[in-house]
């Protein structure tokens, strides 16, 4: 009899049928991601080789507040516009690595849609060509606009995302990029827009980084820092 039961048990469990959980326990919780889904990827590398040829005399330049070494690229995937995962390149201060992945991931996993993601080299380092492509980038070695006072992405601590969806807005009416004057009414919502509370706002607060949308005043829907400023 015993001998039987044990054959009983083998085939139920060889059959995957047999559940060992006590009566009224909770079944094992089913995977969160299906098998298949794409998963966020990204790595960090120190600025060399074609990179650091890239970006100096570009993005980097003699009497930047942060040398070379201090940089570091990240690459990592996204969702674009049209659902489909790409992998965009970012370059951040070493010291914010870690918090600009860990904010990387989260928007993935929320899927939050970013248009591109490619250094600001790809356009000779000019922030308003930059914006108008909708590009999302971080490092750039730059003064803020009309001022002598290097700018938070002159550190590689800021990133401004999908600026066409997210623009600069001034309390007299200018937009910066002028694509994105219909944003401009933060009660529409888009893909790519950023909102108060949003999964993209939770991904930059949760590593202690800032949104341009909160400041009062002139608001820079596009950007975050983990100054503020």
Partial sequence: MKSALVSVLGIAMAAGTLSLAAPGASAPAAPDRAAGE???????????????????GSSWHRGCPVPRRNLRLIRATHWDFQRDVERGALIVHKKEKREMVKA????????????????????????????????????????VA?????????????????????PYVTPSGHVSPPAGRPYADRSRQAKGMVHHGDDAWDAFRDVGWKWGGDWSGTKDYQHFSSTGS
């Fill in 38 to 56: 794409p998963r966020f990827q990204a790595d960090t590398k120190r600025i060399t080789g074609k990179v650091r040829k890239k970006i100096t």
């Fill in 104 to 143: 990387l991931r989260s928007l993935f996993d929320a899927r939050f849609r970013i248009r591109k993601m490619d250094l600001i080299d790809r356009y000779g380092a000019d922030d308003h060509r930059s914006m108008n492509a909708d590009n999302t980038s971080a490092f750039n070695c730059r003064f």
């Fill in 146 to 166: 009309g001022t002598t006072r290097w700018s938070e992405h002159a550190y590689g601590r800021a990133i401004d995302i999908n600026p066409i969806e997210n």
